[in-house]
């Protein structure tokens, strides 16, 4: 091995273990590598930046701009309205709602598809009293699976295209990839909607009796004067208030002892967790109120929720130490949890990946200390950008998608949707570019040099020697079942799209090494970067989902492995079917 090979080797070892581990911003750890691979000597200056200018990155950039503009357009909300008026079977409004997800995933990108149809499920869940965890991960879920159908679904599909057009001179077509992703979409589909209703009942939605649609909540308050919990028990409290308490701060001190002695007197502070709309109810009848906002009432005021995502500089500080929300003005008013232990007093609890804050302060503030801090802003009670009602974006989109289809270029195609979008006044690109996800757009360009790298220096050749020693990768379907599961143990630790750069040339080496096509090798890589179940934060889908239906990490474990099991065996099986 030759001393390229090697540290090219540790190189990407290195990035991989940073980007599963979430403690530094990903955007930082792929500009660390990419400078680094070129002090290393894997490839000259001229280089370095080349993944910004690949038609695959445009391509992303161009699809995220359209989904902005797509998700205001609520053209599915008349459809939940008929939907819900027909008063369908729990199983029909999931499969339903994640068959949306996937169909909509097909033409853009996965985190798109699952902020569109999300607000849609939730709405039927709410008039139809599914609960919540019923939803949101089968929602996530077929957002990843739809992804698999087209070469738009996914950046992974895009980049094993480019790959492919590189080394024969002609990529996958559009719909190249239904052959293995529809089937394997489908079933994936009907099987988790199918398994949610055994794994989340609704008894089991939360340890006391909270609607199922609402999220759990922990917040501190202050008891008034005339408030009706003053003389009742701690221990009281589920059955009567529906909240769950935590702590009662007297005099700044805690107030010890147990639940049942301790009663509730005026001015004391209750540490808790609920239902946030049955906090509102409370605030309403004064039978809770929050502190005074450090700036008073101010009329630019706003409450968002936002979720703290994987690269946020706020996982693993306390709500004390948010100085990017309190220099600002910024207060976190509740807070919902991953953590299944809550200790001290509001302002000790411990963020994590997943974590939903409230914030209440002035929105531009708001704005501000989100982007700085790298979360993800989920709702807000007076939105900045109207919906808006109109077919128009769709038409437009779905012109760009059958243009693709019908062989130009997708950069091209939908830089021409972009332009119409703007020259119709639906799109602000300034505003929209800021609007971006720019980390994930950083780390994709990025590892487009590194990914080449592995293919120029020799690196593929020499771990598929290594593998071959494992499995005869000269026999093309154990070369294919080795790359398709090499995939899906890599994605839930790590983004797909780094999967899909990391494995290509070693499909690559595969295919040259057995003297065989490379595009069945390529559908493989493909396939199994997508199939990300059994994580909450190998993809960003998950993160969200995590965060809004409230599972914890052991619900993917065992909702998404049998799903991954029968993703495997199909596509696998489906692969050899069509393309060998």
Known sequence: MSFEQASLLILLLAMLILFSLDRIRIEVVSIAGLLGGYALGLYPADQIFTGFASPVVITVVEILLIVQVLARARIFDSLAVRFAAARPSGFKVISGTSALAGFMSIFMNNIGAFAITLPVALRLGTVL?????????????????????????TPANLLVSDALAKATGTGFHFFDFAYVGLPVAIAGILLI??????LFPEADETPVTISPAARRIVVERRIPDVSPLIGVRLSDCPARFVIKPYALIRDDNFAFGPLDQLVIEPGDVLLAEGADATFADLAATRALMADAH??????????????????STLVGSRVRSLEVFHSRGVAVTALSMRAPRIE????????????????????????????ESE???????????PALLSWRPFALFACGVAASAAGLRPDVAFAGVVLVLALLNHLNIRQAMADLNWPIIIMLAAMIPIGQAVATTGAAETIAGWLSLVVPITHPLLGIALILFLAMTLTPFVNNA???IVLTPIALEFARAGRHAPDAYLIAVAAGASLDFLT???????TLAMGIGGYRFGDFLRTGWPLAVTSYGLALLLTALFWL
Request: hydrophobic share 45%.
């Open 344 to 371: 001290g007093r509001f302002l000790d609890l411990q963020l994590s990946i997943g974590d939903i804050l409230t914030l209440e302060g002035p929105r531009i503030a708001i704005g501000e200390a989100l982007e």
């Open 498 to 500: 780094t999967v899909a």
């Open 193 to 198: 909607a199918f398994r949610v209703q055994h």
């Open 375 to 385: 979360c993800l802003p989920l709702a807000s009670t007076a939105p900045s950008e």
């Open 294 to 311: 450090p700036l008073g009432l101010q009329p630019d005021f706003t409450r968002i929720e936002a979720v703290v995502m994987p690269e």
């Open 129 to 153: 009293t599914i609960p919540r965890r019923q939803l949101v991960m089968p929602v996530s879920f077929a957002a990843l699976l739809g992804g698999l159908v087209s070469l738009i679904g």
């Open 536 to 542: 909450p934060f190998g993809h960003h889908n998950n």
